[in-house]
C-alpha cells in the first residue's frame, strides 16, 4: 500500500490527524487502515515532506552498502577459500576461475575479474600444434648431418622448398634437445690482419692443405683438401696414410682434366707444398704458386673454414674402422657440401648453385 502514496500525501495524512481530525477519517479517506496509519506516523511523524524524501535515499543508500559488504564479504570468503600462493599464469588464473564458479558459487564474470583476466582468456583453450612433419625433417637432418647448427638446419629446409619460419624451427629444435654446445672463443690480443684477396671468378685462387686423424686401431691417416675461393667448391678429399708431394699433384691433374686449372695454388709452408717438384709443376702449368707467411693460418682462412667445418661435422663425429670407410664417409661429406650445405658468404646458396647463378649472370 505504502507504494501508492508519495511523501507528500503521507505527510498530509499525519497533519490532518494532527490537527483534530479523527484517525477513522482520514483512513476512510485514504482508503487504508489505522494500523497503516500508526505505522506511517511511527515512522514520519514530525517531519516535513523534504525530510521523508532525504530518509528514502539514505535508506536506499544504506540497502546498497549492505548489498556490497555482504558481496565484499562473500568474495573475501571465496578468496581465502582459494588462495594458497597468487596464481600468475594465465593457466592458474584459469583455475582459479574454475573453483570460484564451481565451489563458491561465484559468476564466471565477479571470478574473471576477481582473478584479474579476461573472460575471452579464460574461455580460450589453445589449440595443440602439430610439428610432426618439423620433427621428422630435423631428425633426418641431425641424424645425417650430426654436428650441424640450427642456422645449418633452418637453410637446408628452406633450400628444400619448405616455408616454416626460422621461430617455429628453433622452437621444434630446442624442444627436441639439438642444440649443439659451443666453445667460447678465447680472446687473443690485436695483430696485424693481412688482407685475404677475394676472387671473382672460378679458378682463380685455389686453396689446398692437410689434415690427419686416426682410425680406430690408432693408426694415423692424412686428408688432402682442395678448394675453390671463389665458390667455396670442394674440388677434392684425399685420403690415405701417407700423400708424398707426388700424390699431391696427381690429386691436381686429375681436378684439372675435368674443369681446368687455376690461376693461382694458395698453400702453407708444410714440406709437400715447399717441395722442388710441386714448384717445378706449376711453372710448368704457368701457375702462381703463393705461399702464406709462417704462422699465418688466417691468409688461407677459406681453407680452415673448410678444415673446421671436416672436422666438425666427419671426424669429430664418426669413427673409423677401415680407410676405405673414411673415403666413402669423405666423398659424401664432399657431396652435400658442394651441393645441399648453405654458406652464409654465398648468400645461404650451396657452391654449386653459387657458380650456376654466377655463370648466368656472366652470360647476360
Not at 629446409?157 to 629444435?173: A, D
Amino acid at each position: 500500500m505504502k507504494k501508492k502514496f508519495t511523501e507528500s500525501q503521507i505527510v498530509s495524512a499525519i497533519k490532518k490527524q494532527e490537527s483534530g481530525i479523527a484517525t477513522k477519517e482520514v483512513c476512510r479517506e485514504l482508503g487504508i487502515s489505522e494500523a497503516t496509519f500508526y505505522n506511517w506516523k511511527a515512522k514520519y511523524g514530525g517531519m516535513e515532506v523534504s525530510d521523508v524524501g532525504k530518509m528514502r535515499d539514505l535508506e536506499k543508500e544504506n540497502a546498497e552498502l549492505k548489498k556490497m559488504f555482504a558481496e565484499m564479504s562473500l568474495e573475501n570468503r571465496a578468496l581465502k577459500n582459494l588462495i594458497e600462493k597468487k596464481p600468475l599464469t594465465p593457466q592458474e588464473k584459469r583455475e582459479a576461475v574454475t573453483y570460484l564458479t564451481t565451489e563458491e558459487r561465484l559468476s564466471n564474470r565477479k571470478a574473471c575479474k576477481l582473478m584479474g583476466i579476461s573472460r575471452t582468456t579464460c574461455q580460450y583453450y589453445p589449440k595443440q600444434k602439430d610439428d610432426s612433419e618439423l620433427q621428422d625433417a630435423l631428425t633426418w637432418l641431425t641424424d645425417k648431418h650430426a654436428a650441424i647448427g640450427f642456422w645449418q638446419c633452418c637453410y637446408r629446409l628452406w633450400n628444400k622448398g619448405h616455408i616454416w619460419n626460422h621461430k617455429r624451427i628453433y622452437r621444434v629444435y630446442t624442444a627436441m634437445k639439438l642444440n649443439i654446445r659451443r666453445r667460447a672463443k678465447r680472446r687473443l690480443p690485436e695483430r696485424v690482419k693481412q688482407p685475404l684477396t677475394v676472387p671473382t671468378t672460378p679458378n682463380q685462387v685455389w686453396s689446398i692443405d692437410f689434415m690427419s686423424d686416426s682410425l680406430a686401431d690408432g693408426r694415423k691417416f692424412r686428408l688432402l683438401n682442395v678448394l675453390d675461393d671463389f665458390n667455396r667448391e670442394s674440388l677434392a678429399i684425399e685420403v690415405d696414410t701417407s700423400l708424398p708431394c707426388l700424390r699431391v699433384i696427381r690429386v691436381l691433374n686429375q681436378i684439372i682434366s675435368r674443369r681446368g686449372k687455376p690461376a693461382n695454388i694458395r698453400t702453407d709452408n708444410g714440406p709437400e707444398f715447399i717441395s722442388h717438384r710441386l714448384q717445378e709443376w706449376c711453372e710448368e702449368n704457368e701457375i702462381v704458386l703463393m705461399y702464406i707467411q709462417p704462422g699465418r693460418p688466417m691468409q688461407n682462412a677459406y681453407i680452415e673454414r673448410k678444415n673446421g667445418s671436416i672436422r666438425r661435422e666427419l671426424l669429430n663425429t664418426c669413427i673409423f674402422h677401415r680407410l676405405s670407410e673414411v673415403r666413402a664417409h669423405s666423398e659424401s661429406w664432399r657431396r652435400d657440401y658442394n651441393t645441399e650445405r648453405p654458406h652464409k658468404a654465398l648468400g645461404y646458396l650451396s657452391p654449386v648453385a653459387y657458380a650456376e647463378l654466377h655463370g648466368k649472370e656472366h652470360e647476360k
